[in-house]
């Protein structure tokens, strides 16, 4: 079975520009999160995504939004783009079914985003 | 929201050594995961582990949730154990949000 798959593989992108990363989990994985990865930290949560609404929310600007598709995949985007934009952006899936229940998480390649 | 401390950040040992890392959380959690990070960024899944101990190969974790921590031991180190190891763990039932340590890195010298 495949797993979280992640396009594009890198990205350079110009101050100010606006940038769409995708997503498409796990076969039978209904919930889709989002992670900002920084040099040298651990990820940071972006958003949670289930059943194309959106379930959490982390400490980003409005300047990032995200949405869900029917069939589960899911885009991450980023307007204005800013230097300190530049980082690997994880997805990640799991089984969630809404109810109260934390699932394993798992993770795709990432995004690598420069901005110059 | 939680804070996740991981110990030691940096770690250097001889292939065939045996390491130790820790995690602690500053508040309890339902979902705690351990992962090791390749040179390529992928985040690999090495143990779902909210609490108990489970074991895969040279690879065990032991988490003790009711004190609020986890270890994640490596024995017979390889070189391809190097790398960054990474715990997080997630507390709030209404979204999935992992919150990660900083990390340990790990290098294992042949």
């Known amino acids: 079975d495949a797993g979280v798959t992640q396009s594009p593989t890198h990205l350079i992108k110009t101050r100010g520009q606006q940038v769409t990363l995708r997503c498409s989990p796990i076969s039978g994985h209904k919930s889709v999160s989002w992670y900002q990865q920084v040099l040298g930290q651990g990820p940071q949560f972006i958003f949670q995504y289930y059943e194309k609404e959106e379930r959490g929310r982390g400490n980003f600007p409005d300047r990032f939004s995200a949405r869900q598709f029917p069939n589960y995949s899911s885009e991450l985007n980023v307007n204005a783009l800013l230097l300190g934009d530049s980082a690997l952006y994880l997805c990640?899936?799991?089984?969630?079914?809404?109810?109260?229940?934390?699932?394993?998480?798992?993770f795709g390649p990432g995004t690598r985003l420069t901005v110059t | 929201g939680i804070q996740v401390e991981q110990s030691p950040p940096d770690l250097i040992l001889q292939e065939g050594a045996n390491s130790t890392l820790r995690c602690n959380f500053s508040?309890?959690?339902?979902?705690l995961q351990w992962f090791h990070q390749n040179p390529w960024g992928q985040l690999i899944n090495l143990f779902y582990i909210p609490s108990g101990t489970k074991q895969n190969g040279r690879l065990s974790a032991t988490t003790v949730a009711t004190e609020r921590y986890s270890l994640l031991y490596i024995s017979s180190s390889q070189t391809t154990d190097s790398g960054v190891y990474f715990c997080a763990g997630a507390s709030n039932f209404g979204n999935e949000k992992l919150t990660f340590g900083t990390g340990t890195r790990l290098t294992i010298i042949p």
């Open positions: 508040d309890s959690v339902n979902n």
């Open positions: 990640a899936s799991s089984l969630a079914t809404g109810t109260f229940t934390l699932y394993e998480q798992y």
